[in-house]
């Protein structure tokens, strides 16, 4: 066993010891080769079938057993399929923590991937970690994803809206609705989508742009035309929010919504005693009937502090004849008047829209 | 124009000297060691596959007798064809330093790899670790003997071999190096240090690229969430620490119990244990084999902290009957396994029960699988980074750091052997306790040295002033500048003296060779080689070298051994002849 201490003298790499080490390792080395793509071939085969197997019992509904053949499959073959596959199951069945662990992985890997960006961007979602949520869905939207990418993107888009808009996040939900819109710039239905969005989150100038961009493209769109009514209706535009209005009804948009936008901007064309195109007596006949309007408002809230004399005022006004030359300041006291019995309504929850309107339309000239 | 011509046999090559012969052989030992664990890896991969593991099932009956059938086969090969490949890796390796002049027999290679390969591959609880340390070490002793190394060599090469077989298994060349420095060879001398990265990197490198480059578990990201957190984690090792020591006692007592059996039995009990390994298995799969898919699972969030817990406990059980039976294979595996479960239960409870946050249960499994490892091996540096490796996260080092120390520490308390030297006192041979040699105190030149003598003389001192005060103690010290000093012996002055050179100055009379200086924190073998034929030496301060603080004899290095000083012997030995002669006189 005791190596020989002579052996000092003759140690070397000698020609012949290096040439058979030489053979022997070239031998091993083919043989490993052999070996291991043998052995890589088995195991993406086997892989593959532990992955079958979990679609399967995925497809049967029995997610546990898909999970374990998934895990195995994962275990064998080290695969973004397979992790991905794994992570989707585990959130089908209610376990998203275990999920995103393998979904960050896959971001290891690539960072730029659509569907684990999406799939953390839900479960952060879920846990209520919104800035990491649109982090993910941010990256979602502009990732890579292996099918139909746009759809994908659109719909992780539309996530992400929903997201910012049921946490109060108003502007970045407008920011996201408008850089939708131009990712589908001719899609009507999209772009239609995207204005009554708009709209319900409080941009109607955006909103009227988009559904007169979807008007452009299919002329007929009664929703477009409503939608582009509303908008103008919202934006205090009354005479184009009738005429928008007007033709979306006779498109055949009937709806309560649209039909009671188009009462209220009736009344308040009717009411508005500012306008330029109007004569001086109509501004006044239209004082008068705003007064009368508003006494009429705050008898039926029932405001008992309300001052006799402030109607009594009104009573008179209404009496009165001015002269002609009196007319612009009787106008204006008018209007004056029917501000302050206006303001005595407080919080009463009988409400005029009409004359809200047509009162920040006075204070807005 | 002839004499111009270039002749190709007229270059002069350097020729290569021992030292980068062996650089280079530890490069072909890695290549080898990763081609050979790599054929390991498949084989027992093909035999979990095609024995335990099928997409669409495999009966129950099947399950518990693989492990049993499996674990007799394997033992059968080694008891009556490779009886070489029986024991553990790591003793056999360090026996191979200490015993053999580092001879592995290569029949070895051959027996651990059938043997571990079916024994692992069937479904019992041990690792393949430690038979590819094994396996590297006897492919460095084979290519060692056909170079013919020379002998100091040949015992550095099974290290190296270790070195590149663990690192080809773990597929982790920084924790196979420290492995390998901290349990087999104690030794970070440049030489061997750079032999032993060679060959764990080309045999990581071979691994790596025929088996792809992903580690040995895909470890999720994580963060320390709370400073409070540390102390699950210390928990985590001071859980490890007593589990581990009670661990090792119980293998202790269970191979002492087993070695009392007759000789036969040792053909059984591996497949007894295999069983029980496979009725375990029936409910537990995941303490089958290695267990690395569990310890995946386990840092992915799969068991809740009750399973995790079970899972440990099971494996440790499992593990303590595979081994104690001597079942082919390795350790590592096993407490890697138990470590991350116990670490992932301690942490998963915490999850519920801590009042601060905590981080995922991954993060405690990674943090237990070291823990568990430094307590039984009593590896800390190589628990470490093993963890640091197969993670990649550095945030994860402070929390490792914590728990595994604190897990060697109890265990190094609680146990007072080592689990390599106890295996190896078991297999009968007393094998070097590394952990003890790097304790080990080393007494220093200032635990021998003695006050600096009254009087230094000036060269310039006349010879007869100096006789006086040498002849009491044979010696004087002379200086003849600053921090440098001589001796003039008695016998010397003596001469001059008698020459009538009384009056002359010491330099003029005798040559005054200037001694080596030491410090007081050399060790007294330091100090020895410098002492060589000087009667003592002066021994100075480092921060201010030209003061003398005292000096070293050779009776004084005795004394400081414990050693009576050989005059002192003498006369003692001397003393009851005379007081025999004495009293006979009487």
Known sequence: MAIDSSRETRSGFGTRSLASVFVVLVALFGGTTLLANWYSRERLSRASDYFKVGQRLEAHNKPGEAIEAYRNALEISPNSEYRLALAQALIHSGRPEGASAYLTELLRSDIASGEPNLLLARIAAKEGRIDAAVNYYQRAIYGYWPGDAQKNRLAARWELIGLLESAHIQKQATGQLLELSEQVPGDAPVLLKVGKQLLANGAPSQAAEIFREVLKIQTGNSEAQAGLGEAEFALAQYVEAQAALRKAMREGQNNEEVRRAYEIVNEVLALDPVRQELSPIERYRRSLLLLEHSAALVSACHVESTPNTLLDEAKQAENERPHARDLESAIDANIHLAQEIYALKGNCAQSDQALARVFASINSK | MNNTRFHLSSLQFPKPGEGQRFLLLSILIGIFS??????????????????????????????????????????????????GAKGSGVVDTKAAIYISDGHVPFSAVFGKFLACAISIGGGNSLG?????????????????????????KMRLIAPVGAAAGLAAAFNTPISAVLFVIEEIVADWSGGVLGSIVLAAVSAAVVVRWFLGGHPLFTVPDFELTHPSELLVYALIGVAGGFLSVAFIRAIEKMRRALARLPKQSELFLPPLAGLIV???????????????????????????????????????????????????????????????????GIGGFAQLHWPFPTSQTGAYVLVGMGTFFAGVFRAPMTSIFMTFEVSASYVIILPVMISNTIAYLISRQLQKTPFFTMIAAEEGQYLPSLEEQREATDLRVENAMTAPPKSIFAATTPVAQVLAAARRSGFAIVTRREGEWSIVSAKELESALEAGLGDRPLSQVVSLEPLPRLYRDLTLDAALKLLGSHPFLPVSSRRRPFRLIGTVALDDIHRAYGVRPPQAAARQQEEPLRNTTLSTAE
């Not at chain 2, 027992?44 to 009966?59: A, K, Q």
Request: aromatic content about 10%; some cysteine; charged content about 10%.
């Open chain 2, 34 to 83: 990763g081609l050979l664990v790599v054929c390991f890896h498949i084989a027992i991969d093909s035999i979990t596959w095609y024995g335990l593991e099928n997409p669409n099932g495999r009966s129950r009956i099947f399950l518990v007798a693989l492990p049993a059938v499996a674990a007799l086969v394997a033992v059968v090969l080694i008891r009556f064809w490779f009886p």
């Open chain 2, 278 to 344: 496979g009725l375990c298995g029936i409910w537990l799969p995941q303490v089958m084999g290695a267990g690395y898919g569990a310890i995946d699972s386990a840092l992915h969030d799969r068991f809740a902290w009750k399973i995790l817990l079970l899972l440990a406990g099971v494996k440790m059980l499992v593990t303590l009957l595979c081994f104690s039976a001597k079942t082919p294979g390795g350790m590592f595996a096993p407490t890697l396994f138990a470590g991350a479960m116990i670490g992932g």
């Open chain 2, 128 to 152: 393949p670790e430690d038979p590819s340390l094994h396996m590297g070490a006897g492919v460095a002793s084979q290519l060692g003997r056909v170079f013919h190394l020379s002998r100091d």
